[in-house]
Antibody, heavy 116, light 109 residues
Framework: EVQLVESGGGLVQPGGSLRLSCAAS????????MSWVRQAPGKGLEWVSF???????YYGDSVKGRFTISRDNAETSLDLQMNSLRAEDTAVYYC??????????WGQGTLVTVSS | ETVMTQSPATLSVSPGDRAALFCRAS??????LAWYQQRPGQAPRLLIY???TRATGIPARFTGSGSGTEFTLTISSLQSEDFAVYYC???????????FGPGTKVNIK
């Protein structure tokens, strides 16, 4: 069974940093691209970042230059380092398995709140 | 960038009735269209991909159709567990990114 379990969310002040992690299991992690997708409270879904099996990386315009995605195939984990956080980054962040742009499995999400 | 729109924003349906949800792309996305269901407090779940292929374990009452810029998700006979928000998503322009529609909320009438 595919499982994606996020951790690391919490309350952070504007301008602060936070690191999210996602523990993957139930599939061959090294064979899949992975994405982060977020959802602001009461809002829709926004793609944040993608990392391929060969570490090719893409970011959405709203996070470019502030967020860094990485993966560890040995540990089957995915990370998202978030710097210079803004109020508008407040959202539930989902770790997602990405098959050529198609998200076929989602974690349960971790809430990030940026507020003073 | 492809802009995705969905209509209606909210749909009120009685259990057992048929529901049709619409998704439009600002440019052709061929058949690279997926539908997701999100129940309250839960993560999204993949329902349909490549416009009309049901994901593993998805009941046959969910049907996807369309091509190019106009797409439809039809739920043939709504069950209580189907009341949720539905998002469409294009992946024709991947990489680098993907775009979701704003969602359609299906309410109990």
């Amino acid at each position: 069974e595919v499982q994606l379990v996020e951790s690391g969310g919490g309350l952070v002040q504007p301008g602060g940093s936070l690191r999210l992690s996602c523990a993957a299991s139930g599939f061959k992690f090294s064979s899949y691209g992975m994405s982060w997708v977020r959802q602001a409270p009461g809002k829709g879904l926004e793609w944040v970042s993608f990392i391929s099996t060969s570490n090719i990386i893409y970011y959405g315009d709203s996070v470019k230059g502030r967020f860094t995605i990485s993966r560890d195939n040995a540990e089957t984990s995915l990370d998202l380092q978030m710097n210079s956080l803004r109020a508008e980054d407040t959202a539930v962040y989902y770790c997602a398995r990405d098959w050529g742009g198609l998200i076929d499995f989602w974690g349960q999400g971790t809430l990030v709140t940026v507020s003073s | 960038e492809t802009v995705m729109t969905q209509s209606p924003a909210t749909l009120s349906v009685s259990p057992g009735d048929r529901a049709a949800l619409f998704c439009r792309a600002s440019q052709s996305i061929r058949n690279k269209l997926a539908w997701y269901q999100q129940r309250p407090g839960q993560a999204p779940r993949l329902l349909i991909y490549d416009t009309s292929t049901r994901a593993t374990g998805i009941p046959a009452r969910f049907t996807g159709s369309g091509s190019g810029t106009e797409f439809t998700l039809t739920i043939s006979s709504l069950q209580s567990e189907d009341f949720a928000v539905y998002y469409c998503q294009e992946y024709a322009n991947w990489p680098p990114g993907i775009t979701f529609g704003p969602g359609t909320k299906v309410n109990i009438k």
